[in-house]
């Protein structure tokens, strides 16, 4: 469990990265605090939803991610 929140702030970043002038990172973050995990697997999705945005690593992040809580949701 203690590695869901140590990616949840890279996770938050990412969305931060490509979501600047939304609300988009507080939500995610807020999810995770909340245990909503359905919430924060649906940002991450629709992160994933346009891969061609994503650079380096973030990819393979947000999957990571999602497999960690893939048994939550």
């Given amino acids: 469990m203690q590695a869901v929140y140590v990616l949840a702030p890279v996770v938050a970043e990412i969305i931060s990265a490509h979501c600047a002038a939304s609300h988009a990172r507080e939500d995610f973050m807020h999810a995770c605090l909340s245990e909503h995990w359905d919430e924060a697997a649906g940002l991450v ?29």
């Fill in 45 to 73: 999705e629709g992160m994933l939803a346009e891969p061609w945005h994503l650079r380096g690593y973030q990819e393979k992040r947000l999957r990571e991610f999602l497999q960690l809580i893939a048994y939550r949701v």
